[in-house]
């Protein structure tokens, strides 16, 4: 699922480094990541059927992460709707700009770690689903 920029929604494989005192995965800019880092949070201890996110960004990437349980992501580029289902802290969701996405079915004990590339900005946000498919159908998004 690629957006107006060409970036692609996909799983994005971290590796995994074994150890017998117990394994370790790596996030890189430049590397593994596709932007610099501007800002992490988590989601965690969500109640049974919510949902966290429900919008878009103009401008910030995200690469979501299931550091513990399990989630799903729904992503929509204005035109397909995908679902992505993280459980493993190797594997993370990369998440381009101009991309709506919800986060739903948290099974018990799960957290999200969120990697953005911009700051927190309340302009950046889309949070009307149709206002978001105008911008896509117009291109301004």
């Known amino acids: 699922m690629a957006n107006r920029r060409g970036k692609k929604t996909r799983i994005i494989a971290l590796g995994k480094i074994r ?51 399990s989630f799903d992501i729904q992503v929509h580029d204005g035109e397909n709707e995908s679902i992505f289902h993280l459980d493993r802290c190797d594997k993370a969701l990369y998440v381009p700009a101009g991309t709506w996405r919800r986060i739903c079915n948290f099974a018990t004990n799960s957290t999200a770690l969120v990697i953005a590339s911009t700051p927190y900005s309340p302009r950046d946000y889309i949070r009307d689903f149709s206002k978001f498919t105008e911008l896509k159908k117009n291109k301004q998004l």
């Open 19 to 69: 150890d017998k005192r117990g394994n370790l995965s790596v996030i890189q800019a430049g590397k593994n990541l596709p932007f610099d880092i501007a800002r992490t949070y988590w989601i965690y201890d969500v109640p049974g059927g919510e949902h966290r996110g429900g919008h878009a960004y103009h401008k910030s990437q995200e690469l979501i992460i299931a550091l513990s349980g």
